[in-house]
């Protein structure tokens, strides 16, 4: 459970029993040296996640499972020879895809100004999110300036956080360098709210998976009342579960697709949301988890009731599978077209022709559902047989890719054809992870079949659709995940 108290770990660089991130910490500190002719005072990590199961339901209020990975964005910082000064300059490993910036605080009303361009992602805004949102939460006249060095592993638009890694690290090195001492759901709250300065109206999953991961263990995240954050172990089985993700290789930036995909599901879920509190309470609910609360009478979820609410959607919503113009929207909610837009879409602006209230709600409620049963399994699963566990969370990983596909329209046919190659291949189950339209899949298998299940998949998929990929390529597409530690702060630099 969430500890309020707890803080992001603070360790010297030689405990760290991961030989790759030491090997890259190190890389790190010498091209920092060679940048800034001083060397870092510390190095900041947040790692990226895998979603094992609750897709596009964080942000309906409801709660998630999943697991940090190893890859990770790392920044190295010195503030110590800033004295004096406010700027900040950021530079990335990977010089000539990503230009340095640089910065002056522009105070603590304005702090940084960042510029959002549909259709175009700006590297360093992930940053200035991050840094942002602290100095904000801080209210400081005067921040400490800081010298950067960026390194991040977590694959771009592949649904496996590399932004809110880089949001969330940028965060924990903003805090750090200006002696603020911020907890782990302080940190984790902000990230989530200052992502949205780069055009996202992200759920808090991500965040929550990169700050307060465990290693060894999934995460049960809870939103509401309050963010919660349980650490879960998997089944113990002989032959022990393993999750591989596989890159289907269509790039999907959030940010770039935002108005059509990610930021007009959201609307959806909360048009929904509203619409079904009018009719079942004579108002409109914040959210879908607000309108489970009130069915409830109690904030605790249950399957009966995310059952009941769904048979609920079918009544109201079935007959029109096809979606709602604005105009019919506004004889349904009783507003007006400019009340909805100033309501639910002025902050994020969408595009969309018709707005799908059925799929949407549907979906969130029965995924909901399939979360406590996987989480269920999880924490019962040892007084299961093993075929009975893998065939359980199996199922229910299957059924959420199902749903993923047809209720939410965030799948692809890559990422479908990708998932019933890796069911052929002995996966038990296998789903798109993350918010979908690209990005990778999550299968479930048993350990003893791994090596035979990738090159199942890398003959039938990578093989035939990205024949020129070279070994290197194919390990960072296709490889096994554990859970991984959480952030953490990295110091004594200088003794390596």
Same mark, same amino acid.
Not at 136 to 142: M, R, S, V
Not at 468 to 486: H, M, Q, R, W, Y
């Given at each position: 459970?969430?500890?309020?108290?707890?803080?992001?770990?603070?360790?010297?660089?030689?405990?760290?029993?991961?030989?790759?991130?030491?090997?890259?910490?190190?890389?790190?500190?010498?091209?920092?040296?060679?940048?800034?002719?001083?060397?870092?005072?510390?190095?900041?990590?947040?790692?990226?996640?895998?979603?094992?199961?609750?897709?596009?339901?964080?942000?309906?209020?409801?709660?998630?499972?999943?697991?940090?990975?190893?890859?990770?964005?790392?920044?190295?910082?010195?503030?110590?020879?800033?004295?004096?000064?406010?700027?900040?300059?950021?530079?990335?490993?990977?010089?000539?895809?990503?230009?340095?910036?640089?910065?002056?605080?522009?105070? %603590?009303?304005? =702090?940084? @100004? !960042?510029?959002? /361009?549909?259709?175009?992602?700006?590297?360093? +805004?992930?940053?200035?999110?991050?840094?942002?949102?602290?100095?904000?939460?801080?209210?400081?006249?005067?921040?400490?300036?800081?010298?950067?060095?960026?390194?991040?592993?977590?694959?771009?638009?592949?649904?496996?956080?590399?932004?809110?890694?880089?949001?969330?690290?940028?965060?924990?090195?903003?805090?750090?360098?200006?002696?603020?001492?911020?907890? %782990?759901?302080? =940190?984790? @709250? !902000?990230?989530? /709210?200052?992502?949205?300065?780069?055009?996202? +109206?992200?759920?808090?999953?991500?965040?929550?998976?990169?700050?307060?991961?465990?290693?060894?263990?999934?995460?049960?995240?809870?939103?509401?009342?309050?963010?919660?954050?349980?650490?879960?172990?998997?089944?113990?089985?002989?032959?022990?579960?393993?999750?591989?993700?596989?890159?289907?290789?269509?790039?999907?930036?959030?940010?770039?697709?935002?108005?059509?995909?990610?930021?007009?599901?959201?609307?959806?879920?909360?048009?929904?949301?509203?619409?079904?509190?009018?009719?079942?309470?004579?108002?409109?609910?914040?959210?879908?988890?607000?309108?489970?609360?009130?069915?409830?009478?109690?904030?605790?979820?249950?399957?009966?009731?995310?059952?009941?609410?769904?048979?609920?959607?079918?009544?109201?919503?079935?007959?029109?599978?096809?979606?709602?113009?604005?105009?019919?929207?506004?004889?349904?909610?009783?507003?007006?077209?400019?009340?909805?837009?100033?309501?639910?879409?002025?902050?994020?602006?969408?595009?969309?022709?018709?707005?799908?209230?059925?799929?949407?709600?549907?979906?969130?409620?029965?995924?909901?559902?399939?979360?406590?049963?996987?989480?269920?399994?999880?924490?019962?699963?040892?007084?299961?047989?093993?075929?009975?566990?893998?065939?359980?969370?199996?199922?229910?990983?299957?059924?959420?890719?199902?749903?993923?596909?047809?209720?939410?329209?965030?799948?692809?046919?890559?990422?479908?054809?990708?998932?019933?190659?890796?069911?052929?291949?002995?996966?038990?189950?296998?789903?798109?992870?993350?918010?979908?339209?690209?990005?990778?899949?999550?299968?479930?298998?048993?350990?003893?079949?791994?090596?035979?299940?990738?090159?199942?998949?890398?003959?039938?998929?990578?093989?035939?659709?990205?024949?020129?990929?070279?070994?290197?390529?194919?390990?960072?597409?296709?490889?096994?995940?554990?859970?991984?530690?959480?952030?953490?702060?990295?110091?004594?630099?200088?003794?390596?």
């Amino acid at each position: 459970m969430t500890e309020s108290n707890e803080f992001v770990p603070i360790l010297s660089l030689n405990s760290i029993d991961q030989p790759i991130l030491l090997k890259r910490c190190k890389t790190l500190i010498e091209k920092f040296k060679s940048l800034y002719n001083n060397p870092p005072d510390f190095i900041a990590r947040a790692p990226g996640r895998v979603n094992l199961i609750g897709e596009h339901i964080d942000y309906a209020g409801f709660g998630v499972l999943p697991m940090a990975i190893s890859n990770d964005v790392i920044i190295a910082v010195n503030f110590s020879n800033k004295k004096g000064y406010t700027n900040v300059i950021l530079s990335n490993i990977i010089d000539d895809k990503y230009k340095q910036k640089s910065w002056d605080f522009e105070g %603590k009303d304005k =702090i940084v @100004e !960042i510029i959002v /361009e549909e259709g175009v992602s700006e590297w360093s +805004n992930y940053f200035k999110c991050g840094y942002k949102g602290i100095l904000q939460h801080l209210g400081i006249e005067n921040p400490v300036g800081m010298d950067c060095l960026v390194d991040g592993i977590v694959p771009i638009g592949a649904g496996l956080s590399s932004s809110s890694s880089f949001v969330c690290c940028a965060a924990l090195a903003t805090s750090h360098a200006n002696n603020a001492k911020l907890t %782990k759901k302080q =940190i984790t @709250e !902000i990230s989530i /709210e200052c992502e949205r300065f780069a055009g996202m +109206n992200s759920g808090g999953m991500d965040q929550t998976a990169s700050i307060f991961s465990q290693f060894g263990h999934a995460l049960y995240v809870e939103f509401l009342p309050t963010l919660n954050a349980t650490p879960t172990k998997l089944p113990t089985t002989n032959s022990p579960i393993t999750f591989v993700v596989a890159n289907s290789l269509v790039k999907a930036d959030k940010v770039i697709t935002a108005p059509i995909h990610y930021n007009l599901r959201v609307v959806e879920t909360k048009l929904a949301a509203y619409h079904l509190g009018q009719l079942l309470f004579g108002e409109g609910c914040e959210n879908l988890k607000h309108l489970c609360d009130l069915y409830s009478k109690s904030t605790k979820v249950t399957i009966d009731n995310l059952e009941k609410l769904s048979d609920y959607v079918d009544q109201v919503y079935k007959k029109n599978q096809n979606g709602y113009t604005l105009e019919e929207l506004s004889v349904m909610l009783k507003l007006s077209s400019t009340e909805i837009y100033d309501k639910f879409i002025a902050k994020f602006p969408v595009r969309a022709e018709r707005f799908h209230l059925y799929k949407r709600s549907k979906h969130v409620f029965e995924e909901s559902c399939r979360v406590l049963k996987f989480y269920k399994v999880c924490t019962s699963g040892n007084n299961m047989d093993d075929i009975k566990v893998f065939e359980s969370l199996g199922n229910l990983m299957n059924q959420s890719h199902q749903s993923c596909k047809e209720l939410f329209d965030c799948s692809c046919d890559e990422l479908n054809d990708l998932v019933k190659i890796c069911l052929d291949g002995g996966a038990f189950g296998s789903r798109l992870t993350g918010a979908g339209w690209g990005g990778c899949t999550v299968s479930l298998i048993s350990e003893d079949n791994v090596e035979k299940f990738i090159q199942h998949v890398v003959t039938n998929y990578y093989n035939l659709k990205f024949p020129s990929l070279s070994k290197n390529e194919l390990n960072d597409a296709i490889f096994v995940t554990k859970p991984s530690n959480g952030a953490m702060i990295l110091k004594d630099l200088l003794d390596n």
